[in-house]
């Protein structure tokens, strides 16, 4: 009950908290059910809560702490806030200190100029406080100096630099989470390979723990370094977070997903039908790995997959057996001269209407 009486607080009266005496204070903090209710990154309303500084005011019986450029996790869908998940622990002490020395108020100052033991010599632009970000202050491995999952923020214009040198790759997984990588030497594939995310705010975010993979000498360090800017504190609701700390699968770029699409339906063609729409696999396989998610939407990017796409759509489809299919569905063998697109058409006409499969296949029209 108590537990819901701030929550209840934490909406009413914004960061304010008051609790009758450290009793109180103490059954809040150290029930583990209230503290992840509470102080998690994953909000009732169900969205995402996103970590920002404000000041909070904490009032434990006779003692009133004020936290100024606090932590705390707020929710962009219901507004609702709460601390983040170490903050309870630095007001245990400002209490203690406080009543050690005899005074009854206090104001503290978080700041985020810590320095962490990892890429020292690159000595990155980032705020400490973000390890008050609910799982990035945890680290399973004990050899670890802290501050390995503290994120790094860098401006999207970065990831074209390592786009476009051919001694680097850079790999998208799904439409905002991939790798940065040094390709290898001696029979190594990469050098370094890091995984990196982007935020809703266009933002790439690296862990500063797996920035120090890099060799302090490596270019690529004066390119992160040129575009590397403040944390907008903007993690949680990234595939990047969401996989790394949750394990959380991302769908993959749309690209792909069409060339997924593409397989499953000559599959199920080919289980239910028996016939074979797979053709020219060999030269298919190759063109869908060359299609890359598109940087920067460019003329160039969308036109180099578009090609391959419709290679694959078009070409790589056998034409005897969708004239097959053609057959078996509509009981009519089509014109010899009929071609890819309108037999699909047809095939489609048989499920839904003439009209509804001209709107669902439509050819690529690439213009100079």
């Not at 909406?11 to 008051?18: D, L, S």
């Not at 400490?128 to 945890?138: K, N, V, W």
């Not at 037999?343 to 499920?351: F, H, N, S, T």
Request: proline share 4%; charged share 30%.
């Amino acid at each position: 009950m108590i537990g819901e009486d701030v929550m209840k607080m934490e909406r009413e009266t914004a960061m304010y908290f008051k609790y009758k005496d450290l009793a109180e204070f103490e059954k809040v903090y150290n029930d583990p059910v209230a503290m992840r209710e509470i102080t998690g990154a994953d909000c009732s309303c169900g969205a995402r809560r996103e970590m920002k500084l404000e000041t909070v005011t904490v009032d434990i019986g006779n003692y009133h702490i004020e936290v100024v450029d606090c932590p705390i996790m707020g929710c962009n869908n219901c507004g609702r806030k709460c601390l983040c998940p170490d903050i309870p622990q630095e007001l245990y002490r400002a209490y203690f200190q406080l009543e050690k020395r005899n005074q009854n108020a206090c104001r503290i100052t978080m700041k985020g100029d810590h320095r962490f033991e990892w890429a020292e010599d690159a000595d990155y632009k980032y705020d400490s406080r973000d390890l008050s970000i609910p799982g990035l202050g945890i680290d399973l491995d004990p050899t670890h100096p802290e501050g390995f999952s503290c994120p790094v923020f860098f401006d999207r214009k970065v990831l074209g630099i390592f786009y476009n040198d051919s001694d680097y790759e850079l790999n998208f997984f799904s439409e905002s989470y991939g790798t940065i990588a040094e390709k290898g030497t001696g029979g190594y594939q990469y050098e370094w390979n890091i995984p990196f995310g982007i935020n809703k705010n266009d933002k790439v975010i690296l862990f500063l723990g797996d920035l120090d993979e890099i060799d302090k000498d490596d270019r690529a360090v004066l390119w992160l370094k040129s575009y590397n800017i403040p944390s907008d504190h903007c993690i949680v609701d990234t595939e990047l977070y969401q996989a790394q700390l949750n394990c959380v699968f991302s769908e993959p770029i749309i690209e792909k997903r069409i060339i997924s699409l593409r397989n499953l339906f000559y599959q199920r063609v080919k289980n239910i039908y028996g016939i074979d729409l797979f053709h020219l696999e060999n030269e298919c396989e190759l063109s869908a790995n060359r299609i890359r998610k598109p940087l920067n939407y460019s003329e160039s990017e969308l036109r180099e997959n578009m090609i391959l796409l419709d290679g694959l759509l078009n070409e790589g489809i056998s034409g005897d057996g969708l004239r097959s299919l053609y057959k078996k569905l509509n009981g009519t063998l089509p014109n010899n001269s009929t071609q890819t697109r309108k037999l699909l058409q047809g095939i489609i006409a048989c499920v839904e209407d003439e009209e509804k499969s001209k709107e669902n296949y439509r050819p690529v029209v690439l213009t100079e």
